[in-house]
Every structure is written in structure tokens, then in C-alpha cells.
């Protein structure tokens, strides 16, 4: 029997890692609301940052209780090797550690009140995995890409059994995304039937400070001119939860949204919920969802990329100003020279056991618009996992690849990673490694606004008390 165990869990690790975007899936997010205590704490850790190294040293503490929850941390690096040419402070300091105003602002590193999917939650700090929705307009949005560039952003839910509100932010200081989407149940006001699983819902986002053009300043000064734009989409939505069984949930969908002087995409889908009748509290969730869209749309326009792809789309550029192409430019004055509709689709599963195991990922296929209006397959793949073993071996990560295709080939060789792996070696020690990937924006007079891509890994020591 335990051998028959070992061969089903190999090849679900096997499945998910071929199933690979995205996933609306937050494994941590049910067993949080249990954790409750104080906790203060240090780490030590060599940095590798490029070429360079640093020495970073983080303290840290949190406090969890029944609804309000909130984490401190104060990060200080110390450049040891410098071969980057990174501009320093005090001859060993990184200049943009602590230049600008969310660089402060993210010594608070977040604060909860509630817990998603209550009545009412509202939570303030780093953005990672954010859906809105069906994830059509904001999907698997990442606030942590840019080197340099911590971000402290907003999340508000209402939930109610007739109507809710979900509200996002990326940002506070000052944000760029805005935008949320409310929904209502039109039949749960009359009275109690099955009819209530109807949910209808609206949604607007917009980058309130979209950029539109960017160019070098003149006169062979450093830095960049950038043209803004308020970029706004506009989205309505309809599902029925048309089964909910002991074991079984099944959920369909669509969403139309249209984007402002742009296209206009249609999603349809179905969401299942398959609990696993055992002892552990186990099930397996995925979603099917398939695509119709104009030209010049892009589903989940703020997606996992979206704080390089607004700057910087695909590695373009503007041959006649040297410059890179925005992702809103290139909407419109590129991939708005086709004619034809166009298609995708979107594949997930997740294998869920509460607080101890989780596995996943995505394939997502859309056929877009280059530059020279040819259509051109896209993709985005992604796999995660979060793994708690013995009681003292965690592991997590998440790795995404996007655009695929044959203008983004690029990407291929610089995905979206992030992971850790930790050993508790008793409730107060534990010692561990984590890596990530970063992306730093170039400040050359020759390339004004094109960004590097960074490799980042860390290897030390914590330690902790929980009272």
C-alpha cells in the first residue's frame, strides 16, 4: 500500500510539473486564520545579486491573533564585492536601498484584518499571486519583481450572501493599478433557492499612470522622459455554481471585457472542486477555460510580468527612438493592425493537502498579434509547490515562464522564480537557502529604460521566538 502511495504522489508531482501558468490557488490561505502568537526574530544572509555580493542582515517580528494580524522587518545590506557597479552609499551601502518613500514604507511588511473570503478582510503589504475574479483582467499578479522597488499594496474584500466588493491596489506609494470588481446575487433577495448560485458582477482597473512612451533625456543627461497615459479596462461577468455535492463542485462562467480605445475578449469556463473522501483534509481543484478576442486584447492584461511588460513589452524596442516599446503602445499601434479574432485557452490542476502538501500549475496558450500584424503562438507556464515535511523540512516554490512565442523567445531563459527551502531545527533555530529572480532598470545614456535581468541567491541562518 505504501508503495501503490508512493507511485500516486510521484505521478501527480509528475502531472503538474507537465501541466504547467499561473494558478488561483493560495495553499497557506486556509490553515493562516490557526496561526496566532508573537513572534521576533534575525537572519543572516550572503546575497549573490548578479555578479556581486552583499551581506544582508533582516530583523524581524509579527503578531497574529484571532482577526488582526501584522509582521515588521527592517533589512539592511552591506556591499561585500561590488562588480555591478552598483552605486553605493557611505562607500558600502546600495543607494536605492533607502531613496524612496516605499522603501520606508515597506519596513511595515503587511497588515490584516480578517481573512480572505470573510465578511469583510482587508489586508495591506506585498502583492504576490493576486486574482481578481476569474483572473481575466488581473491574474497572478507579482508586486516583487523589480530590484529596488519593494511595493506595500491594498486588498479589500466584502463578501455577503446578496452582493460584495473586491478592491485591489499594487501599490501606496503612489499606486499605478487600481480598480476592483463588485458583484451581486440578484435571485438570493427574494428568497432561499437554488437560483441564488447566480452571480453576476462588473469590474474597471486601470494603470492610472500608464506609460505611453518613454524616450532619453537630451543633452546626454541620464535618466528618461516618460509620456503618461491612464489606460482603463472595463469588464462584466456571469457564473452559476451548477453543482455543489458532498464530493463534487462544479462552477461555470464567463467574463466579456473591453479594453479602453483597444479590444474587446470573451472567457468561458468551468471551475471543479474535487474533495478526496480520507482522513486528511484533501482535494483537487482545476479550472478549463477557453478564449475569443479581438486583435488588440491581451487576457490578464496585469498579469505575473506586468511591472516589467508596462515599461518594457517583450523585449521591443523602437527602432526609430532607440527606445523600449510599452505594453500599452504595443497594444495599440501594433497588435491593433490585425483583422481577425483570434483564440486561447487555459488549463489548471492543484493537488491540496491542507497545511502539509501542495502541487500545481498551468498551460496557457493565446494566439496573438507581433509587430508586423502576423499572428504568433503565445504561452505562459508555470509550477509551484509548498511542502511541509517531518514537522521541520519546508519547501516552496514558483517558477513562471511567459511568451514563449516568437516574440517573446526571450523569456525563455529568464522566467519568474522564487523559492526557499527551510530545516526547523527546533522551535526557536532554523536555518535555510532561497533564491529569486529580479529585474533592475539600466540607467545608460545609450539604453534609457531597458532593464537587466537578475539572478539573486541567498544562503544563512534564522532565528526565532514564538510566545
Known sequence: MKRVRGIF???????????????????????????????????????????????????????????LGFGVGLPVRFMLRNDDDIPLTGGIFPKEDWDDARDWVSILNYFHYGHSGDMFYFYFGEQRNRYVGNGSIVGAYYGDLRLYHPQRGVNLEINTDYAGLDFFMDDVTPPNVIGGRVYVKPISFMKESYGNNLEIGASYFADVFSPDQITGKTDNEYGREITDSNFQIFGFDLSFRLLAMKYYQLTL???????????????????????????????????????????????????????????YYKGQSDSTLGTPTTKSRYLISYAGRG?????????????DITGTFSIGGSFEHNKLYNHEAKKYDNYQINVFTDMFFFDSLAIDLLMTFQSLGEDGRWLKNRPYYSGSITYYINKYFNVGFRAASKWYLVEDRNSPGFYSYYNCFSIGGFAGLRF
Do not use: C
Open 253 to 311: 462562467y464567463t467574463d466579456m471585457n473591453k479594453i479602453v480605445d483597444a479590444g474587446f475578449g470573451m472567457h468561458f469556463g468551468a471551475k471543479h472542486k474535487l474533495m478526496l473522501p480520507t482522513s486528511t483534509d484533501m482535494q483537487i481543484l482545476s479550472r478549463w477555460e477557453v478564449r475569443a478576442m479581438e486583435p488588440d486584447y491581451i487576457p490578464s492584461y496585469f498579469n505575473t510580468f506586468y511591472d516589467i511588460e508596462r515599461e
Open 339 to 351: 483583422k481577425d479574432w483570434t483564440a486561447g485557452y487555459y488549463l489548471d490542476l492543484v493537488f
Open 9 to 67: 504522489l510521484f505521478f501527480l508531482i509528475l502531472v503538474s510539473f507537465f501541466t504547467i501558468s499561473a494558478v488561483d490557488f493560495h495553499p497557506n490561505e486556509a490553515y493562516s486564520r490557526f496561526k496566532k502568537g508573537i513572534s521576533v526574530g534575525g537572519a543572516l544572509y550572503p546575497t549573490y545579486q548578479g555578479n556581486s555580493l552583499l551581506l544582508e542582515l533582516d530583523v524581524y517580528a509579527s503578531a497574529e491573533f484571532s482577526m
